[in-house]
């Protein structure tokens, strides 16, 4: 057993010395990092080596445009490594030509003498810094001529102009260049301008290495492949094409014998970015076919070989490249999966960033409404009683002060004195007179200013209520604030839970939904899936023009629902408007259920304007809800109270809002703003399309029936009419309808416009149980002319039906089996 334990221990002992040699190792390979990125990027080597090799650049024999327009975009970007560049100019040059060392000491005094100048008046930016290269050019380029020579002419005028004019581009390129040698970390992704200046920054670098060769290979055509290698492996064919062509103008501009070379390095980038399938060996091999038929065409035989070997060096050089390398390269170029994952990760942190904030303004919310509502019954009884008090001490401060029998009546006395005036108060506060004899009869006999005090208690008592009126009004003005925080901290909440649920990467399944759809013939133009989860699925896709064909709803979705194994619609159809268009098509999974819906309605006297309102708003939820809005009275005034209930309800509701905080919210701004007695009804039902679970809110309406076969069942409940009373609880009534089922909704100019029958609600559930059609608007007709007729023709009130018929959803098309369908995991509905 011990020698067990003395085994494992050594095993875990064994353990934790390889995981510290691992950290070891990882923190020693970083610190090597962190220093050399300090060397390269803080110390400068990093320009100083470019400042070298653009000094030694030359093309066209003795031109060298490259030299001013890096000296003038680091002056500007970079001011202090601004010497750094211009030694490493200097020495370059006199490396290679003495004379172009001349032409940049010249041309680089007179950019700082002219910088000096421009400075004074703020004139030396970025947007001027090429026109002040391309001036400086000239003026350098003629004085060594004119140095060195005697003597101007036109030739050397028009190389002058040749030059500047170089230094002119190549300064706007070195200006978009210059961030990506001096900062560690780029925080955005590259353009496509900015990738092809980075290029002619390298290509231009590599020019300085003409005439360099490692044991009789020339170093620039292994640095231009390499290069080539690189972008094609991490860009693709456009990319790697373009980088041959650019890096080949160039290097041929530089010697004319390289000219070559460009249609080599543009053939090989092109070759080697098609086969990037097959990774560093297929974008190698794409090198060696363009090597092999350029360097054929090129040289012919007597040249192939070192041509061939130039290529080889480049591709060592390539295989030995680390993956860090082109991950951290191809985080920058649009189109590659590293910078696709790079895009996710920004976004992920955005997303958090904003739910978290959402989540903050949630919790203010809440904070806010917490402090508004008032749930502390205990206090709002002591506040009661102390405005009692308040007001019996008045009382008492103008009729007992002045007493003779003071000290008796509330020395002695109190509780008596104190239970009799608080039993005046109480009787006078709905009217002018005690109907309380026993206590008026002992109040006369206690106090001997009894009619006094009856008189400053009636006189006082019209302000006291209004006082107590006016904190009502204030506190339920509270509760009103409070509740409709509430409601935007529960939507503010439920948004942030929404912004943190990820969008997956279905790249894979957008393109096997894709394979699958071209499969049996149909062209496909893209795909975007933006949720595969069970009962929420979000695809949009875009075809070529269809002719308003349908293809969308009687091809596409059928397939898509046999793949995906429920039913999808399409959601929202957009058609090209021209031949040369794209339709977009938008689907979505199917509810299980379906509502259709019926309404009749009739205005009081056969007026035009009803004061009954209604909508049938189908919630972005899953729910569907059918509201009925009786506006008290007939006529204009209603019709406006009934439609302004109905369209907040809506607003509301549309925000996400509970149904139940919707309700109390809209009561709560009509008891507001109502200054006289005009009051509306409510009749809401909210039916959930999944499962066809129907809530029913009442607030002063009728009953609502739902007929289920021969049954007709009755629902109901009391609730006041809207705007009556500021504070009322909800009653909600909860069923669960199945399909088929027909559920009425109505206004009390139908229920109660029966006047001679004396059982309304079972004459309306006889006619309802005898109807002999299921068709919702015939149903709220036949029932709408039953009532006026049966009333003998006159329509005494405002009058609303609305019929709701529960229905299950099956498509019109049937799903169309793919028997290459493929087949994914997908997520299930929460």
């Known amino acids: ?296 065409y090129g040289g012919g035989a007597e040249t192939i070989y070192v041509t061939l070997i130039e290529s080889i060096l480049a591709i060592g050089f390539f295989l030995l490249t680390p993956k860090s390398a082109f991950a951290k390269l191809a985080r920058y170029i649009p189109g590659t999966r590293e910078y696709s994952q790079e895009q996710q990760q920004y976004l992920r942190r955005v997303r958090d960033v904003t739910a978290n904030r959402v989540e903050q303004f949630s919790s203010l919310f809440q904070a806010l409404s917490n402090s508004f509502s008032n749930n502390n019954f205990h206090h709002q009884d002591e506040s009661a009683e102390r405005e009692v008090d308040i007001f019996l001490s008045h009382i008492t401060e103008k009729t007992c002060q002045t007493c003779f029998k003071k000290e008796n009546c509330w020395a002695q006395n109190f509780d008596t004195t104190y239970e009799h005036m608080k039993g005046i108060m109480t009787e006078l506060e709905d009217g002018t007179e005690i109907h309380n004899r026993i206590l008026k009869k002992e109040f006369d006999k206690h106090c001997v200013k009894s009619k006094k005090v009856i008189e400053l208690i009636s006189q006082e008592m019209s302000h006291f209520q209004a006082n107590r009126k006016l904190k009502k009004q204030v506190k339920e003005s509270r509760k009103i604030v409070a509740e409709q925080l509430l409601g935007v901290s529960q939507v503010m909440g439920n948004f942030a839970k929404e912004i943190q649920k990820e969008r997956d990467n279905l790249q894979h399944q957008e393109d096997q939904v894709m394979d699958a759809i071209k499969g049996i013939g149909l062209e496909v133009s893209g795909i975007d899936i933006y949720s595969l989860e069970e009962g929420s699925v979000d695809i949009e896709m875009a075809l070529p023009y269809c002719q308003g064909r349908g293809e969308g709803e009687k091809i596409i979705a059928p397939m898509l629902s046999d793949i995906l194994n429920e039913t999808i619609t399409v959601k929202k159809e957009v058609c090209a408007e021209h031949p040369d268009g794209v339709c977009r098509l938008y689907f979505t999974s199917a509810k299980d259920f379906i509502v259709e819906t019926g309404m009749a309605n009739a205005a009081k006297g056969g007026a035009w304007v009803s004061g009954d309102s209604h909508s049938t708003i189908e919630l972005g939820s899953g729910k569907y809800a059918i509201a009925i809005s009786d506006g008290m009275g007939n006529g204009e005034r209603a019709h406006l109270e009934s439609n302004e209930t109905i369209q907040l309800l809506q607003k509301i509701l549309q925000s996400g809002i509970d149904e139940t905080v919707a309700i109390k919210s809209v009561n709560s701004v009509l008891s507001l703003r109502n200054t006289d007695e005009i009051f509306s009804t409510l009749d809401l039902a909210m039916i959930d399309l999944q499962d066809a679970n129907a809530k029913f809110l009442k607030i002063g309406s009728t009953p609502s029936f739902i007929k289920r076969g021969e049954k007709v069942h009755m629902v109901e409940a009391g609730n006041l009419p809207m705007g009556i009373i500021q504070e009322f609880d909800v009653d909600v009534v909860s069923e669960q309808l199945k399909a088929g089922d027909l559920l009425i909704m109505m206004s009390d100019g139908v229920f109660d416009g029966v006047k001679n029958v004396e059982n309304p609600e079972f004459w309306m559930k006889r006619k309802i149980r005898e109807l002999q059609t299921v068709e919702p608007q015939a149903v709220a007709d036949l029932i709408m002319e039953e009532v006026i007729r049966t009333d003998e023709g006159l329509i005494k009130d405002d009058m609303t039906v609305v019929v709701a018929k529960i229905k299950r959803n099956i498509p019109k098309w049937s799903t169309i089996p793919i028997y290459s369908a493929p087949s994914f995991k997908r997520k299930k509905a929460l």
């Open 1 to 296: 057993m011990e020698k067990m334990l003395k085994k494992e221990g050594g095993g875990m002992q064994g353990e934790m010395i390889v995981q510290q040699s691992q950290q070891s190792a990882m923190k020693f390979l970083q610190n090597v990092r962190t220093k050399v990125e300090s060397l390269f990027i803080d110390k400068g080597l990093l320009l100083f080596i470019v400042g070298f090799l653009l000094g030694r650049a030359v093309i066209l024999s003795d031109l060298s445009p490259f030299a001013l327009p890096f000296f003038g975009a680091v002056f500007c970007l970079r001011k202090e490594r601004a010497g750094i560049v211009m030694l490493a100019l200097l020495a370059g040059a006199l490396t290679n030509i003495l004379l172009n060392s001349g032409f940049m000491l010249i041309g680089m005094v007179l950019f700082l003498f002219t910088a000096k100048l421009l400075n004074r008046r703020n004139l030396l930016t970025i947007k001027w810094l090429p026109f002040t290269v391309f001036a400086i050019s000239i003026a350098a380029r003629v004085i060594l001529t004119y140095l060195s020579q005697g003597t101007l002419q036109n030739t050397n005028w028009i190389l002058a102009g040749v030059e500047a004019g170089l230094s002119f581009v190549l300064t706007m390129i070195f200006i978009q260049s210059m961030p990506l040698l001096t900062l560690k970390k780029i925080k955005h992704s590259l353009k496509n301008e900015e990738i092809i200046s980075f290029i002619i920054l390298l290509a231009s670098v590599m020019t300085g290495t003409i005439g360099w060769f490692l044991y009789g290979f020339s170093v620039e055509n292994i640095l231009s492949r390499y290069l080539v290698l690189i972008f094609s492996y991490v860009g693709g064919a456009a990319i790697g094409s373009a980088v041959g062509v650019v890096t080949g103008i160039i290097l041929s501009l530089a010697n004319i014998a390289s000219l070559y070379q460009m249609s080599m390095l543009a053939f090989s980038g092109l070759l080697g970015g098609l086969l990037k399938e097959g990774r560093k060996v297929g974008v190698a091999s794409g090198l060696l076919i363009g090597t092999l038929l350029i360097g054929l």
